[in-house]
């Protein structure tokens, strides 16, 4: 996650990442426990990701790939809209050494395990690299300073909130943690909204938690890691961050129901007029447009807490091609494709994916559609990375068991901290 995930070459069991590391590099066409490494063999195959939620947009740009080439036909898999789900899709896949996947869309924090496992192979760097890919962006997909897994989506979260609403209340939009609790306030004094969630967020026990309480952590200076990997999660800062997270469900600034929300979850809340702020990706743009209009609502930076910037995660998926695809040079020229800047500016028009272009934040015809590119580059750059770790899959689950009590005020936050610094060192 430098403020993005460049800053935290942290590597979870660094001795099994160095060793698999080097089977990867070294193996053969049936080496370690991959398929072939050889960027070889033309003909159909699949491009695999989460559920679309954009009414038919990927398979509408697939369906263009497929007229340009008829013999190399690409089909879409959609697994299920949940991470976790997705990629224990993406391990049964690898581990049954199946061919059924050939272009995967990997989640950033997952690159460096399925790059160690030998579960995706290795891409060319010199035909994939530009100078208009965002740096930090860039570098998640990077394992040992090799490419497995090239951007196609960046993310970094903001804050969508009910313009109607704080207009009827005659309350300016929030720049500061202090100034959300007030317009909530207003806005709760009205008749018609007296009931209203105040500022959501994915608080269910799955990686949305994690990347929203680390965010509160990371906001009041806490960490989890140094930057020579030692363990640095029990701090004052990291607990007056998850404490600050953990009042905000305590005095009913964060909703109680916020416990179980996944993404679209609050995205419903929020759509209905149930919700006044949610903090999420920029995908959910596109949906406000079709369900809301833009008088309805728009997207502001995230607020300061407690006199510190807004410190967002940095999320984003990419394109791997799995060992086991028997059609691997299809695979890359695809990929080729998928990443372009035709197909960035498409993900972006058709479903406000963040691109991976600077220059695109910087179009003039773009800002004139999407005015909120200005904020979402800046919360990218702002952007704070989770730990780039093989064993990214524990930590995060340690990070979730200690966290979600704490939210649901069944332990203190001092406890919590302490007890994440024991489980975070025991995976060490």
């Known amino acids: 996650m430098s403020l993005t995930l460049p800053r935290r070459r942290f590597i979870q ?52 790939w497929n007229k340009l080439y008829p013999e190399e036909k690409v089909t879409l898999i959609e697994l299920s809209s949940e991470a976790d789900q997705q990629r224990q899709s993406f391990v049964n896949n690898a581990q049954t050494k199946s061919d059924a996947y050939d272009v995967i869309s990997v989640d950033l924090v997952w690159v460096a395990e399925f790059a160690a496992n030998q579960w995706i192979v290795e891409l060319p760097i010199d035909e994939l690299k530009n100078d208009d890919i965002i740096p930090a962006v860039w570098d998640t997909g990077l394992y040992m300073d090799k490419l497995y897994a090239m951007p196609f989506a960046t993310d970094s979260s903001m804050m969508f909130y009910r313009k109607d609403f704080l207009a009827e209340a005659g309350v300016e939009v929030p720049t500061t943690w202090e100034e959300v609790a007030s317009a909530i306030a207003a806005v709760r004094a009205l008749p018609n909204h007296a009931g209203i969630g105040g500022f959501g967020g994915q608080y269910a026990k799955y990686e949305g938690l994690t990347c929203n309480a680390s965010e509160f952590i990371h906001t009041a200076g806490g960490a989890f890691y140094d930057a020579e990997n030692a363990v640095t999660i029990n701090s004052p800062e990291s607990v007056k961050g998850l404490q600050t997270l953990m009042d905000a469900f305590k005095d009913g600034i964060i909703p109680q ?35 809301l209009g833009t008088e309805k609502f728009d997207v502001a930076p995230l607020p300061s807490i407690g006199g510190n910037d807004f410190v ?59 005015p909120y590119l200005t904020t979402l580059r800046e919360s990218l750059d702002a952007a704070e990375g989770r730990p780039k770790a093989v064993a990214y899959g524990d930590v995060t689950a340690a990070i979730q068991d200690a966290i979600y009590p704490a939210i649901k005020q069944e332990t203190t936050a001092e406890d919590a901290v302490s007890g994440l610094e024991t489980a975070l060192k025991a995976l060490a």
């Open 257 to 291: 129901e916020a416990l179980e929300w996944k993404e679209e979850d609050g995205r419903n809340a929020f759509e209905a007029g149930n919700l006044l702020f949610y903090r999420q990706w920029p995908y959910q743009y596109a949906n406000n447009l079709e369900a």
């Open 312 to 370: 967002p995660t940095l999320g984003g998926h990419n394109c791997a091609i799995s060992a086991y695809s028997k059609n691997k040079a299809t695979a890359l020229k695809f990929i080729k494709w998928w990443t372009s800047e035709e197909s960035e500016r498409y993900a972006l028009e058709t479903q406000t994916l963040a691109p991976i272009l600077g220059s695109l934040y910087e179009d003039a015809d773009l800002l004139a559609q999407f």
């Open 13 to 64: 069991g660094s001795a099994l990442a160095a060793a698999l590391g080097a089977a990867a590099a070294c193996s053969n066409d049936s080496g370690g426990s991959g398929g072939s490494t050889e960027l070889t063999g033309t003909g159909p195959i699949t491009w695999v990701q989460g559920k679309d939620n954009s009414g038919g947009k990927v398979q509408e740009r697939i369906d263009e």
